[in-house]
């Protein structure tokens, strides 16, 4: 058995291995999906539509991006909050606070769960709906690689049609050159010939040493 005391209960929280953690993140259904699957509650997956129920956007109804199951906490599109530096950010729900309204039947493992103990009718039901998903699926992607591929081609234009430009800018100052410069250019290559040819005495840490004058002996 299971301790109440809400110390344990914490623990059992913060350290349970991710597969259990997975488990927890479930929100019921709505009445419809709850008459038709016979089932009060599932486990949020990526791609179900949702109803968020409390906080600050109680009432915003669209898909969720993202399942983070180490923190437990799901994010949805279009609930977006702005933080103190100016970013904006998916603010993160917990699942409690979500109410599934349409569930995402791509998965196979889900869809078995799902089937078992229902009569015929309602799983050929749930093929079917599945099979629509997958095309919308499909079709969606497909235009998100044709906008892609638009983006790259426009992308190559305008570099082709800058390339030529920047050329003959960076020609034009090469070629062009003043009456000012060319003087000073000679006047600089005179200084190095004159440099060159005076030669200065090599530099010795030892002082040159003095002369010395010469005793001339006198005969007394």
């Known amino acids: 058995m299971v301790s109440a005391q809400p110390r344990k209960q914490r623990k059992m929280l ?36 949702v109803k968020i129920m409390r906080g600050i956007f109680k009432g915003h109804v669209n898909k969720v991006i993202k399942v983070d199951v180490k923190r437990g906490f799901v994010e949805v599109e279009g609930a977006i909050m702005t933080k103190a530096d100016g970013k904006k950010v998916a603010k993160p729900i917990h699942p409690s606070n979500l109410l599934i309204t349409k569930l995402n039947l791509t998965d196979p493992w889900r869809r078995r769960k799902l089937e078992k103990g229902l009569p015929e009718e309602v799983r050929k039901e749930i093929e079917k709906e599945a099979e629509e998903q997958l ?9 998100e690689l044709a906008e892609k591929e638009e983006i790259t081609e426009e992308a190559k234009e305008i570099k082709k049609e800058e390339k030529p430009e920047e050329k003959k800018e960076e020609k034009k100052p090469k070629e062009k050159k003043t009456e000012a410069g060319k003087k000073k250019s000679k006047a600089s290559t005179k200084k190095t010939a004159t440099k060159t040819t005076e030669k200065k005495p090599a530099k010795t840490g030892k002082k040159p040493s003095k002369p010395r004058k010469k005793e001339v002996k006198t005969n007394e």
């Open 14 to 49: 913060f350290n349970a291995p991710l597969h259990r953690r997975r488990k927890w993140l479930a929100a019921h259904l709505d009445e419809p999906l709850l008459l038709k699957y016979d089932r009060r509650s599932l486990p949020v997956i990526k791609g179900d539509t």
């Open 135 to 143: 095309r919308e699926m499909e079709e969606e992607k497909a235009k």
